[in-house]
């Protein structure tokens, strides 16, 4: 056996089953999503060599907008629940909340550790210009997730 197949047993368990689907575009890697979630799949993971923003939460607005209203001080004839004086407090709220969550997020997953999870099937084209959808099935699905990742316009499919 080989030594490094050996040593990433070790660490990360044995790789989980399952298809790989590669996309050109976003598009098609959303339609895949989309007739994924259709079809009650949500244990799928999603690759994107750049970050997509079309999902943002205003983290930081609801906080500040209560605030004024539980202690309203009008300044400078403006309602209390305008926008404006708050986008610099969101913003600082948003930066915050993300750091405090993206050192829960890593904490959590160093104490729950990659062992329990297995690996997952990746490509290096991710990161450069390609997007991906990895589903886990085992044998008796894979052909179903195929099929669906075809039809969605996946440039290749593969069992992984």
């Not at 197949?5 to 098609?28: C, N, Q, S």
């Amino acid at each position: 056996m080989n030594p490094l197949t050996m040593v990433r047993d070790l660490f990360h368990g044995p790789p989980t089953p399952g298809v790989l689907g590669v996309f050109g575009h976003l598009d098609a890697t959303v339609d895949a999503v989309k007739q994924l979630q259709a079809g009650g799949r949500d244990d799928y993971t999603v690759y994107s060599p750049l970050p997509r923003h079309e999902l943002e939460d205003a983290i930081g607005a609801w906080l500040t907008l209560y605030m004024s209203n539980d202690w309203p001080v009008q300044v400078g004839g403006k309602p209390i629940g305008s926008i404006p004086p708050y986008v610099v407090i969101m913003f600082e709220m948003t930066v915050l909340f993300g750091a405090l969550n993206t050192l829960l997020g890593v904490a959590l997953n160093a104490l729950r550790g990659a062992r329990r999870r297995g690996t997952i099937a990746y490509d290096p084209r991710f990161t450069n210009d390609k997007f991906g959808i990895f589903v886990p099935a085992q044998a008796a699905d894979a052909g179903k997730v195929e099929a669906l990742l075809k039809g969605a316009g996946a440039e290749e499919v593969r069992r992984a």
